[in-house]
């Protein structure tokens, strides 16, 4: 299974610590899930401003066709970010892309 992670939280303060723990836990989960099923994962873990290459958006600048289909072999995008940050915040665009 191949899993996109995306860091959205502030570099700084207790988002880290979050999503670090965020990340040992859907680690464990998956672990012993396809353990069974002999499975193996790849996790690619990205900031909210390093998701580039996984981006396809024909409306904005992410036009190009490659980055579609690197998104389009992705089993699951979870994405973890700051609860006091709206996901339509600004700074959150590349996250919030359609």
């Known amino acids: 299974m191949r ?3 995306v860091n959205a939280h502030s570099s700084m303060g207790e988002g ?4 670090q723990d ?3 836990s859907i680690k464990e989960i998956l672990k ?3 353990g069974l099923l002999e499975i193996k ?3 690619i873990v990205r900031t909210k ?7 396809y958006d ?11 289909r690197r998104f389009d072999s992705l089993d ?3 994405v973890s970010g700051d609860l006091h940050i709206l996901p339509w915040h600004s700074s959150n665009f590349k996250v919030f892309i359609n």
């Not at 880290?16 to 999503?19: L, S, Y």
Request: glycine share 2%; charged share 15%; proline share 3%.
């Open 3 to 5: 899993i996109l992670i």
């Open 16 to 19: 880290q610590k979050v999503f």
């Open 22 to 24: 965020l990340l040992a």
């Open 32 to 34: 012993v899930h396809n």
């Open 41 to 43: 994962d790849e996790y």
């Open 49 to 55: 401003d390093t998701i580039d290459d996984f981006l």
């Open 58 to 68: 024909a409306a904005t600048s992410f036009s190009q066709a490659n980055p579609g």
């Open 76 to 78: 699951f995008v979870i």
